[in-house]
């Protein structure tokens, strides 16, 4: 494995963990409209960074 997908592991476990240990300080929003807006929010910001990888891939593979 190289050293950077190592690093970003233990850096996505780190939050991971430090997210539970304040899991209690987030404030919560009970709104079930806006948990769909955040949902949908996410899901096209996921879209939109997986499509410009792929496209980043695909550009310095046809180099």
Do not use: E, W
């Not at 949908?40 to 695909?58: D, T």
């Amino acid at each position: 494995m190289r050293i950077a997908t190592v690093v970003s592991i233990v850096i996505g476990i780190g939050m991971l963990v430090l997210l539970k240990v304040f899991q209690d300080s987030i404030p919560r929003n009970s709104d079930p409209q806006s948990n769909v807006l955040i949902l949908i929010g996410f899901v096209l910001f996921v879209m939109i960074y997986g499509a410009s990888r792929l496209r980043q891939n695909r550009k310095s593979s046809n180099k």
